[in-house]
């Protein structure tokens, strides 16, 4: 069986500070790790995939995460926050690529000006 | 744009009823998953179809059904609608095939609400 946890169901930042969004997944094989992003009133987008290849994940709008098998974790980072990161974030996992996707309860990210 | 196309955007019915949900799938791909997301909630996983068939189901009961069309597009049917039905679907394409498929895109979502 699969899941994820994700840590901190609101995480606030300053506009131009670190971004780091906590995520644990447990998982009885080798598992495929996702990142995706949600809108008010939109659908999810992928922002990055880990997929047992490189362990530092580059994704879309300068996101990056990195796959710590010794620590499951696969946190979300970026160096500089932008208003327009204000969103939900979804860690998800899955051990059969990107179908039957296991999602944690999201991170709502706010960035103060 | 991901091309997946969701209709409709908005509905309401009454607890009881039976609602039909659609979902346009992308170019090329084949595969349409569904996923309920209730407010406040990560998206759980409902069920998968590949070339017409089933290909996997969560945990969800049997008044949760679907179908999958020959052009690859869905329908998801909800039977004997409960007041927690209440949520965002949305609907995720991608290609299956002899590689393990790593893309899902996803629909902007159907905001159904029970009352």
């Known amino acids: 069986a699969q899941s994820v946890t994700q840590l901190g169901s609101h995480v606030s930042v300053s506009e131009g500070a670190l971004v780091l969004l906590r995520c644990n997944y447990s998982?009885?094989?080798?598992?495929?790790l996702f990142w995706y992003v949600q809108y008010p009133n939109q659908g999810l987008q992928l922002l990055l995939k880990?997929?047992?290849?490189?362990?530092l994940v580059k994704g879309i709008n300068g996101f990056e995460a990195e796959f710590k098998k010794s620590e499951t974790s696969f946190h979300l980072t970026k160096p500089s926050a932008h208003m327009s990161d204000a969103a939900e974030y979804f860690c998800?996992?899955?051990?059969?690529?990107?179908?039957?996707?296991?999602f944690g309860t999201g991170t709502r990210l706010t960035v103060i000006p | 744009e991901t091309g997946v196309t969701q209709s409709p955007t908005h509905l309401i019915k009454t607890r009881g009823q039976q609602v039909t949900l659609r979902c346009s799938s992308q170019s090329g791909h084949n595969t349409v998953s569904w996923y309920q997301q209730a407010l406040g909630q990560g998206p759980q996983f409902i069920f998968q179809?590949?070339?017409?068939?089933?290909?996997g189901r969560g945990n969800f009961p049997p008044r949760f059904s679907g179908l999958q069309f020959p052009n690859y597009s869905s329908e998801l049917n909800v039977n004997a609608l409960e007041l927690d039905d209440s949520a965002l679907y949305l609907c995720?394409?991608?290609?299956?095939?002899?590689?393990?498929?790593?893309?899902?895109?996803f629909g902007q979502g159907t905001r159904l609400t029970v009352v």
């Open positions: 998982s009885s094989v080798p598992p495929y």
């Open positions: 998800a996992v899955s051990v059969s690529g990107a179908n039957n996707l296991f």
């Open positions: 995720a394409s991608s290609r299956l095939g002899f590689q393990v498929n790593t893309e899902a895109f």
């Open positions: 880990y997929t047992s290849a490189a362990t």
């Open positions: 179809y590949y070339r017409e068939e089933e290909n």
